[in-house]
């Protein structure tokens, strides 16, 4: 049965650390040499599979003993506050590095289920052991709901990605990159205090 506080408690998190990702950045390259729509099939199924194994591992995770989850919890948001903060510097300089890089990586432009499949690729290829991934195994970890994480996860995921898609030149033309990286870094402080603050009451 879903339980939509988890959903929203996976959802937020994931979407304010996926925005500033790379994973906004490739989406954004991919629609513009492919259709979006299929651009967003493509990306959305390979965000499916690898929150699908997310869950899974987050699963096999949550059978150790309650404190350690939480405490493997608070680690995770800790690494993200650090990794998101340290990376805010370069992001605006590094926006365009990332765009030539996933163009290459995207080929010609093609159409149909080509689009589809050189989407789930790119996507498929680019994420492992991402921050949103870490994220999702050890929401499941700790809420023991795997489909409700699986939804909160994939939905977070599928919205930054369209947003990529639909407006994503509009928004880095107002917003920029490494502001979206300190923000995302101060939630996962925020997060971990609360994950530390279960753990010691």
């Known amino acids: 049965?879903?339980?939509?506080?988890?959903?929203?408690?996976?959802?937020?998190?994931?979407?304010?650390?996926?925005?500033?990702?790379?994973?906004?950045?490739?989406?954004?390259?991919?629609?513009?040499?492919?259709?979006?729509?299929?651009?967003?099939?493509?990306?959305?199924?390979?965000?499916?599979?690898?929150t699908l194994i997310a869950v899974t591992a987050g699963s096999f995770v949550g059978l150790l003993?309650?404190?350690?989850?939480?405490?493997?919890?608070?680690?995770?948001?800790?690494?993200?506050?650090v990794i998101l903060f340290r990376?805010?510097?370069?992001?605006?300089?590094?926006?365009?590095?990332?765009?030539?890089?996933?163009t290459a990586r995207a080929g010609d432009?093609?159409?149909?289920?080509?689009?589809?499949?050189?989407?789930?690729?790119?996507?498929?290829?680019?994420?492992?052991?991402?921050?949103?991934?870490?994220?999702?195994?050890?929401?499941?970890a700790e809420f023991g709901e795997p489909l409700s994480v699986f939804v909160g996860a994939w939905g977070a995921l599928l919205a930054v990605s369209g947003l990529a898609v639909l407006v994503g030149r509009l928004l880095l033309s107002r917003i920029r990159l490494s502001l979206l990286h300190y923000v995302g870094s101060a939630v996962c402080v925020v997060l971990a205090a609360y994950t530390v603050h279960q753990l010691l009451s």
């Open 87 to 102: 990376a805010a510097a370069d992001a605006d300089e590094g926006e365009k590095q990332r765009e030539d890089e996933y």
């Open 1 to 50: 049965m879903l339980d939509l506080a988890v959903v929203a408690l996976t959802f937020g998190p994931i979407f304010v650390v996926e925005l500033p990702d790379k994973t906004f950045i490739a989406a954004l390259v991919l629609s513009t040499r492919y259709r979006p729509l299929l651009v967003w099939v493509g990306v959305g199924l390979a965000f499916a599979l690898q």
């Open 109 to 140: 432009p093609r159409s149909g289920w080509r689009a589809v499949g050189s989407s789930f690729l790119v996507l498929f290829a680019a994420e492992w052991g991402d921050l949103s991934q870490l994220m999702t195994v050890s929401r499941s």
């Open 65 to 81: 003993p309650t404190p350690a989850v939480q405490a493997a919890t608070a680690l995770v948001f800790v690494t993200g506050a």
